[in-house]
Every structure is written in C-alpha cells, then in structure tokens.
C-alpha cells in the first residue's frame, strides 16, 4: 500500500512544511496535522489504529483548492515511510521519515514547464472520483517513478522539485535550501549525524534560486544546546544566494556524555531592502548522536595503573631487604611518573 500526505499553502505553516520538508536530510522526522475531513475514508480506521506504519508515502504539495472553480497545481517533494499516526480529538498526527527527492516520470516533467501544464495535469488527478477536498490518500499520482534513484542524483532531483514548485506564483520568488550531512569514507550519507567527543563535522547548506529570482540573500541562525555542541562557524550568518552551498562546522565538547544533541538552522529569507520575509522561513532539525572516545579512556586507565604500579614497586623494594641495584628503583620511579605525566597530557582539560 501507498500513501499521498499533501501540504498546502492555506496557511503560512502549511507552507513553511514544504521549505521544511524539502530541506531536511535523509532520515530526519516530521510531521504533518490533518482534520479528519481532509483524510480519504478507507484510510481513517487505519489511522486510529496505528496499522499504516512503515508504510510508503509521497509528500506532496498543492494548492488550497477546496473551491471547485480553482484550478488545481501539485508537485511531488519528498518520499517518505510513516512511522506513528494517531488521533487528538478530530485532528490526525501522522509522523513519517523523510527520505529520498522523487523522479518524475516523462509525462509530468514535461507539465512542470509552465503553470498551465501543470494545472491540466493536476487537474485529471483533483477531479477524478470527488478528490478534490482530499489531503490523504490511499494511493500515488501517477506522476513519479517507482524506481529507487541512484543517491548522486540526489542534487538534480532537488532542482527538478524546485524547479516545478516555481512554476507557482506562491514560490516563484523564493530560495530553498537542502541539508547534506557529511559523507562517510564510502562517500555515501549517513542515516544520522554522529559525532565522538572532541570530533569536528562540517554540515554542508545547499541553497538553489532560479536566475530572476529577486530575493538575494538569507539570514542563517544556528541553535544548539551550548553544554553538548560548540559551532565553530559561529551562531548567527548571511548568506548570498549566489553561491550554490555553505559549510558550518560543528565539535563535540570534551567529556560530554553520550546522548542526543539537536542542532537547529532557522532560516529566513531577506528581501531587496534586507528585511525579512517571515513568509520564507526554513528550519532544519539535525540529531547529532555524541560518542565518548573510550580507546581514550582505555589508554588513559592502563597508563595510570602501570605509572602508579612502578611507583609503588619503588616504595616496596625500599622497604625490603633486598640487593636490588639503586639504579633499578630509580629506572622504576622515572618511568612510573613518565607514565603518569603522559597520562595527564591525554586528559587535556577534563
């Protein structure tokens, strides 16, 4: 089974999902609130029961177009498995993990070119069967293929959605960005981000706007729990739309305990005058999963308990009678406190 979940530009919200969703890395959670009326039928039971976990989904954008003489205009952003639906009252809950930027197939490519295309198109889908006041449905447009893209066409397909979504006068002035965390020594992405104490990353921001696009710039705030996470990059930057990608560079603080930290982009798009569009407002959630270093700590313990080790042989050869030669005690004594001042060297400023 497949499921459409649609957001829409009804409200500012609704609309800052789509930045979101667009924007967020592999493997990241999100969730969208739908009222009962906005879900197909057959889907509602499932729903309260929680039985559509792990389920495929394709997040989708339209527009509010409840009214029957407003043409309709969609476009496919995000794959997506849902992980835990569930009712409030009248209002739905479903959670899904973002995945990966689907590949339209010939057929709607070609009606992504212009608005009217993409009207007619998505007006075959809206009309068919009373669908029209529907965000939830229990099956796929027939407008992308099935097939699992390769990752290294990750970057087109963002584009292709982008793109699409511009052909919309509600995003034809607008910057998107998209999160890539950093690559592993296989060159593939990771599903989360990870972090060893002490260890820094860099968090790649892609940002894409067509070449009329009047916005030129954004205002980047980065949020971080200050006691896990230091940004070396700092906390708050501008970006120029210009450039395809920026680099913020991240370090787990010394002796943190393993846990979860989150790392936060708010982005807000500036218009000519430099003032900010509220409108346009991305955030991205990271979870950056903190480890210890123990081969550190290993190492640490056997040097003290060696260093401390020869240190005490000294102290008990003296107390015997023996006729071990001095220069024996006092090979034993440098090396144990050689130990332990190494020792003190690996433990920094903890």
Known sequence: MEVTLFSSDSNGQYKKDIYNVIAAP???????????????????????????????????????????????????????????????????IVTFTVEEYPQFNQAFLAATKDFRSNEAFAQKFFRMNDRNEKYVFPLIPDMVDRNVAESQDSEKRWISVIEALKQHPSFSNSIFFRTVLPAQDNDTYPSHFELKEKDYKEVELWHYCANDTAVCSADVEIVTDANLINPISGSRSKIECRYDRSQYGFQALKGTKGSMAKITFNIVSLDEDGEPIKSEETKIALEANIKKRWSQRIVRAILSFVGSALISAVATIASLDTEIPLWICIALLLVGSLLAAVNWLFSGDD
Do not use: H
Request: a positive charge; aromatic letters at 14%.
């Open 26 to 92: 592999r493997n990241a959670t999100y969730r969208f609130r739908y009222k009962s009326k906005y879900i197909e039928e057959s889907l509602l039971s499932q729903i309260r029961e929680n039985s559509l976990v792990g389920t495929k989904a394709l997040i989708a954008f339209r527009t509010n177009s409840d009214q029957p003489e407003t043409p309709p205009f969609m476009v496919p952003i995000r794959w997506a498995t849902i992980k835990e639906t569930f009712f409030i009252s009248e209002i739905c």
